[in-house]
């Protein structure tokens, strides 16, 4: 059975810092391609970053370009997701998501993190 | 920029109803395209791949068609179950949405 699931969300203040995780099995993480999905409260999908399945290449929305940085930790089975200067455009629920075969398509998905970036 | 536009942004149908959902990319994608499904709390759900692929286990009253520029996704006999919000997307980009409502 596969299971994706996302931690680490919370509330933090503007300018903050937070650290996503994303812990994964069922499936061979290490030859999988991982993203990170937003969806604020009330609104539609977003996509925020990826990473290739050794961790050597990575893409960022440019909304989150210069403070976000994915990574993994293959041993582990482990997605992170590091937001540092964080603003209240920012909150949302974080999804972590698999894309099938480097397709684009997300087969697999977590239940979500929330993030709440308030003073 | 590129862009995915939906329509309808809303629809109300009744069980029994065949629901179309359309999707139109800003230029043309070929079949690289995916449909999601969305219920209040969750987490979006795979339905549709490169456009017209039946995902594993999705109920076959579902099911896309396009290619190019526009796409549609058609729910056969809807479904109480099948309320929620639906999402196509290409790439890293994703369309704003149709909330299908049940009468």
């Known amino acids: 059975e596969v299971q994706v699931l996302e931690s680490g969300g919370g509330l933090v203040q503007p300018g903050g810092s937070l650290r996503l995780s994303c812990a994964v099995s069922?499936?061979?993480?290490?030859?999988?391609?991982m993203h990170w999905v937003r969806q604020a409260p009330g609104k539609g999908l977003v996509w925020v970053s990826r990473?290739?399945?050794?961790?050597?290449?990575?893409s960022y929305a440019d909304s989150v370009k210069g403070r976000f940085t994915i990574s993994r930790d293959n041993a582990k089975n482990t997605l992170y997701l590091q937001m540092n200067s964080l603003s209240a455009e920012d909150t949302g629920v974080f999804y972590c998501?698999?894309?099938?075969?480097?397709?684009?398509?997300?087969?697999?998905w977590g239940q979500g993190t929330l993030v709440t970036v308030s003073s | 920029d590129f862009q995915m536009t939906q329509s309808p942004s809303t629809l109300s149908a009744s069980v029994g109803d065949r629901v179309t959902i359309t999707c139109r990319a800003s230029?043309?994608?070929?079949?690289?395209l995916s449909w999601y499904q969305q219920k209040p709390g969750k987490a979006p759900n795979l339905l549709i791949y490169?456009?017209?692929s039946l995902e594993s286990g999705v109920p076959s009253r579902f099911s896309g068609s396009g290619s190019g520029t526009e796409f549609t996704l058609t729910i056969n006999s809807l479904q109480p179950d099948d309320f929620g919000t639906y999402y196509c997307?290409?790439?890293?980009?994703f369309g704003q949405g149709t909330k299908v409502e049940i009468k």
């Open positions: 998501a698999r894309d099938r075969s480097g397709s684009l398509t997300f087969d697999y």
């Open positions: 069922g499936f061979t993480f290490s030859r999988s391609w």
């Open positions: 990473i290739n399945s050794d961790g050597s290449s990575t």
């Open positions: 230029q043309s994608i070929s079949s690289w």
């Open positions: 490169k456009a017209s």
């Open positions: 997307q290409h790439t890293w980009t």
